[in-house]
T-cell receptor, first 115, second 119 residues
Framework: GENVEQHPSTLSVQEGDSAVIKCTYSDSASNYFPWYKQELGKRPQLIID?????GEKKDQRIAVTLNKTAKHFSLHITETQPEDSAVYFC??????????????FGSGTKLNVKP | GAVVSQHPSWVICKSGTSVKIECRSL??????MFWYRQFPKQSLMLMATSNEGSKATYEQGVEKDKFLINHASLTLSTLTVTSAHPEDSSFYIC???????????????FGSGTRLTVV
């Protein structure tokens, strides 16, 4: 099955700096890669996603890049703000027989933005 | 947008009892729902895929008899934790896929989660 690895587990940045979180996946059949933000005790919220036919996607201060050959994708947050502090999860999903629309999550990155 | 309602938000039960958690899609029909488990400061672990009108598909290592899943309608899936023990204490969260997303594979809508504490 799919195996998603995420790094770093914790990330502390100064307000205004950029933050980068990286994930790798193992199943070449995976073709959809969402990123979720989860605040303590709350449900994960989709913040951005990318499909395998696209190499990069940007939404204001958030961007995601995908390298299909290397099987890794990254989340980039620019001009970080204290409210960006949360746990971020990457996920991989596919349309293959074994992983059809199943989400496999990375281990999470706790981002702390210091004011 | 799509809304998934999950109840209860928290529950405390005695060891040996069973607990039922409901997940409802409020404004769309969900042919497929997913149940996850999340331990403190850990990631979401997929437990099972709930398919409307058929048996759930469990991930490796998840006990079918322990975690009973029923998806009897297009808007409701339930997870019953049977004979709960303290080690079952966790955050359980469901997600649902809009019927129209079958081909697009878009992200799912998550329920608000249920914090189960077994004492």
């Amino acid at each position: 099955g799919e195996n998603v690895e995420q790094h770093p587990s914790t990330l502390s940045v100064q307000e205004g700096d950029s933050a980068v979180i990286k994930c790798t996946y193992s199943d070449s059949a995976s073709n959809y890669f969402p990123w979720y933000k989860q605040e303590l005790g709350k449900r994960p919220q989709l913040i951005i996603d990318i499909r395998s036919n696209v190499g990069e996607k940007k939404d204001q201060r958030i961007a995601v890049t995908l390298n299909k050959t290397a099987k890794h994708f990254s989340l980039h947050i620019t001009e970080t703000q204290p409210e960006d502090s949360a746990v971020y999860f990457c996920a991989a999903s596919g349309t293959g027989l074994d992983n059809f629309n199943k989400f496999y999550f990375g281990s999470g990155t706790k981002l702390n933005v210091k004011p | 947008g799509a809304v998934v309602s999950q109840h209860p938000s928290w529950v405390i039960c005695k060891s040996g009892t069973s607990v039922k958690i409901e997940c409802r899609s409020l404004d769309f029909q969900a042919t497929t729902m997913f149940w996850y488990r999340q331990f403190p400061k850990q990631s979401l672990m997929l437990m099972a895929t709930s398919n409307e009108g058929s048996k759930a598909t469990y991930e490796q290592g998840v006990e079918k008899d322990k975690f009973l899943i029923n998806h009897a309608s297009l808007t409701l899936s339930t997870l019953t934790v049977t004979s709960a023990h303290p080690e079952d204490s966790s955050f359980y969260i469901c997600s649902a896929r809009d019927r129209g997303d079958r081909e697009r594979g878009y992200g799912y809508t998550f329920g608000s989660g249920t914090r189960l504490t077994v004492v």
